[in-house]
């Protein structure tokens, strides 16, 4: 279950607003927590199960870093990165994820998790509807509501002088 679905969960959580000093913490949790309940995972649903648990460590995450316990560390994100990169596409890649990153935090946790999984995973409105446990028109209307955030979000990046 770990090599099927570590990077997926790695980056839902990330998505999901987890510190990139507590990422790979968050995710062994996710897994953990997993093997400690396999006799109830229904298979061919590990996938779900694996991201309404990531859901949980993710909201208990972002609690700790606002009582300040969490370190603001991208050496996390910087191991992640592609490495073919020259040091200018590096830093101009680093920009747009730290951008990505304000402007993702910024939106309400319930339609962050939709425009993830739609934009970033390449996910279909079914299979989230699916995977959330929402009717359709739930993800549908979620979907619509992130982007008009997102795109809100980025004409204030513009406005402000910030790059987009």
């Known amino acids: 279950m770990a090599d099927a679905h570590y990077e997926f969960i790695w980056r839902w959580l990330r998505g999901l607003g987890v510190?990139?000093?507590?990422?790979?913490?968050?995710t062994q949790q996710?897994?953990?927590i997993a093997s400690q309940k396999l006799d109830v995972i229904d298979p061919g649903s590990e996938r779900a199960f694996l991201m309404s648990t990531a859901r949980g460590v993710a909201a208990n995450s972002r609690r700790a870093s606002a009582r300040g316990f969490d370190l603001a560390d991208d050496s996390v994100l910087d191991s992640h990165a592609d490495l073919a990169l020259d040091p200018e596409e590096a830093m101009a890649a680093k920009e747009a994820r730290q951008v990505l990153e304000r402007l993702l935090e910024a939106l309400p946790a319930e339609l962050r998790e939709v425009f993830v999984?739609?934009?970033?995973?390449?996910?279909?409105?079914?299979k989230i509807a699916e995977l959330?446990?929402?009717?359709?028109?739930?993800?549908?209307?979620?979907l619509r509501r992130a982007r008009d955030e997102f795109q809100a979000g980025v004409k204030r990046l513009q406005a402000g002088g910030g790059r987009s």
């Open 30 to 32: 996710v897994f953990w």
């Open 19 to 26: 510190a990139s000093a507590s990422i790979d913490d968050a």
């Open 132 to 142: 959330l446990e929402l009717p359709p028109g739930t993800v549908a209307s979620r």
């Open 117 to 126: 999984l739609f934009e970033l995973e390449g996910l279909t409105a079914a």
